[in-house]
Nanobody, 121 residues
Framework: VQLQAFGGGLVQPGGSLRLSCAAS????????VAWHRQAPGRQRDLVAS?????RTNYADSMKGRSTISRDNAKVDLQVNNVRREDTAVYYC??????????????????WGQGTQVTVSS
């Protein structure tokens, strides 16, 4: 599975941004896709995730102002009312299910390249 992230750039405080993550390869093996972000000097944190069944999860700071959605092989993240603290490099990641030779299920994580989001006036 390969992931490619789109979107990002410069956004004014209070504005909106939309990020897209396009998956290719064996997309039927994907069990969940998530957006993470990493600000300078900080650890990479989960922003939002969506499972293959459509279940969503959001970081507390994103609840009520962001929506993660999936359309076939593309997962979008819409963030409204952006804040300066949303400035970070955003990464999409997919949990990929595969089976070993003895039939044991294994989940591995594939990462896309990061895309910079800068919130500034």
């Amino acid at each position: 599975v390969q992931l490619q992230a789109f979107g990002g750039g410069l956004v004014q405080p209070g504005g909106s941004l939309r990020l897209s993550c396009a998956a290719s390869g064996n997309i039927r093996s994907i069990t969940a896709v998530a957006w993470h972000r990493q600000a300078p000097g900080r650890q990479r944190d989960l922003v939002a995730s969506i499972t293959s069944g459509g279940r969503t999860n959001y970081a507390d700071s994103m609840k009520g102002r962001s929506t993660i959605s999936r359309d076939n092989a593309k997962v979008d993240l819409q963030v409204n009312n952006v804040r300066r603290e949303d400035t970070a490099v955003y990464y999409c990641a997919a949990d990929v299910l595969y089976y070993t030779d003895d039939g044991s299920p294994v989940v591995s994580r594939a990462w896309g390249q990061g895309t910079q989001v800068t919130v500034s006036s």
